[in-house]
């Protein structure tokens, strides 16, 4: 299949990326000339496990190539992937002035009929609304309009680009949803499943979803808060809740909120959407409401971690990004986090194996340092933000000799609470006790 992608960000370069490795005829198309001009000497914009080499194969064996020549992009191709940016507006809504801008320049280059997909997370009724545009333009071509959420993973895009749970194809026809089977001709011989629907489902799949996984984790951090309370332990109580295979084990891990560039946007926009349609969809505001609360208890476990003396003392912070295996700032808890501690004039001492660079572009008034000893250097507290894995087997006795007060308030629940205690360390974590007794029973 002859396939445009518009829109070389995440989500487009993956996209584009790991179709043309089914075997598909792929251009990718931006107006940014830079970074079109960087993809086509062979650098990637973002930092993605295995991204890179997928597009240089590919590119190598003619089957990707990218461009910033839309009107030829667009004549080219059967198929028509958005995959440009739907930001949230300030309402908590998002921004389709990109993809309106697309459905327009379709419109004005198609010379056929076109599959006409979106891969960008829009809001309920923007297939209907790209339809009309294009209707708009009188064209005499047939644009099919199709619904293909993404549910890549930051981190392991290409494994769930490759082996995705399910595939979700959204279709205003027969036609158009075969024709979307032989896109992804090699998932359907896999096996995976595919779920086939109308625009509108496919289009509210993708917000239930993330509005769910995002409420499970929220779900566990308000466990989290109770464990503290009485006595519990988060990480059992997510055991023994997950065995329960109507639960299920994953996205129960206790931490400091969520963040990235899909649960925050798309739990407000599914409330705004909700709103739009006259319905108060209670759990999703309260979800919204109750990660802002969460990552301000991780300030006050520091605080309290610090004996509440917060001015003039130095913290360490191992990780940056909202999760490990990305370099992505974006809604990370560590922003509000550090400008809290910063608050409460704290100096911060700071490293990420990946995400210091867009740190940067948001704080330029922390020190970077170049690895977690030098972090910890004269510290008076040692935050463990992101589980990366090279912070899971430290060297603590070079910890504690580097801080100043052997002290570590670990947000993600990577060490074990006894262990720390017997290294000599102050420990603070999420939700858990010191659970020495029974380990040792
Ligand atoms: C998510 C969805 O998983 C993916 O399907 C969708 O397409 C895009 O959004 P991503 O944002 O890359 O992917 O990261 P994910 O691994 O889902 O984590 C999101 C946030 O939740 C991170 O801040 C992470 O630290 C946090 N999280 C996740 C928890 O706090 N606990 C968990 O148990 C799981």
New binding site residues.
């Given amino acids: 299949m002859d396939i445009a992608v518009i829109g070389t960000g995440y989500v487009g370069l993956v996209t584009g990326a790991g179709l043309s490795d089914f075997g598909n005829d792929v251009i990718c198309v931006d107006v940014d000339v830079k970074k079109i001009e960087a993809l086509k000497n062979g650098i990637i914009p973002i930092y993605e496990p295995g991204l890179d080499t997928l597009v240089s194969k590919n590119v190598s064996e003619g089957r990707l190539r990218f461009t910033t020549d839309l009107s030829e992009a667009i004549r080219a191709a059967r198929a028509i992937f958005i995959a440009v940016g739907t930001p949230p507006k300030p309402d908590g809504s998002a921004d389709l002035r990109y993809v309106e801008e697309v459905a327009h320049s379709i419109a004005q280059h198609m010379n056929g009929p076109k599959l006409v997909i979106t891969k960008s ?1 829009v809001p309920i009724g923007t297939g209907h609304m790209i339809e009309q545009i294009i209707e708009s333009h009188g064209t005499g071509h047939k644009a099919s309009i199709v619904s293909n ?9 290409i494994e ?1 680009f490759m082996r995705p749970d399910r595939v979700v194809i959204g279709a205003s026809s027969d036609e158009a949803a075969e024709l979307m089977k032989e896109v992804y001709a090699p998932l359907h011989s896999l096996e995976i499943p595919f779920v086939v629907t109308n625009v509108e489902s496919s289009e509210l799949i ?1 917000y239930a ?2 509005g769910f ?2 409420t ?2 929220t779900f ?2 308000e466990i989290a808060a109770l464990c503290e309370k009485v006595g519990a332990n988060v990480h059992d109580v997510a055991i023994g809740m997950g065995l329960d295979t109507r639960i299920g084990p ?14 925050p946007k ?1 739990t407000s926009a599914l409330a705004d959407i909700a709103r739009r349609h006259d319905y108060d969809f209670q759990i999703m505001e309260a979800v919204l409401r109750v990660n802002d609360a969460v990552k301000l208890r991780m300030i006050d476990k520091i605080v309290a971690a610090l004996d509440g003396e917060v001015e003039g003392k130095t913290v360490a912070m191992l990780g940056l990004a ?2 490990p295996e ?1 370099d ?1 700032m974006r ?3 560590t922003i509000p986090i550090i400008q809290g501690l910063q608050k409460r004039g704290a100096t911060l001492r700071v490293y990420d194996p990946q995400a210091m660079d867009n740190a940067k572009k948001i704080f330029n008034d922390i020190v970077y340092c170049e690895d977690a000893y030098a972090t910890a250097d004269g510290a008076d507290l040692l935050v463990l933000a ?2 990366w894995n090279e912070f899971r087997a430290l060297n603590f006795e070079r910890i504690r000799k580097a801080l100043r007060q052997p002290s570590i308030v670990d947000l ?1 629940n990577v060490y074990e609470p006894f262990r720390m205690a017997g290294l000599g360390f102050k420990y603070t974590s999420v939700g858990r006790v010191d659970d020495r007794r029974k380990r040792t029973r």
Wanted: glycine letters at 12%; aromatic letters at 12%; one cysteine or more.
């Fill in positions: 997370t959420p993404e549910f890549l993973r930051e981190g392991s895009a769930d993708k979803a993330n996984l995002a499970k984790i566990i951090n994953k996205f129960l891990q206790a931490g400091p909120g969520f963040g990235g560039s899909c649960f798309d909202f999760k990305t992505d809604d990370s808890p992101t589980e993600r």
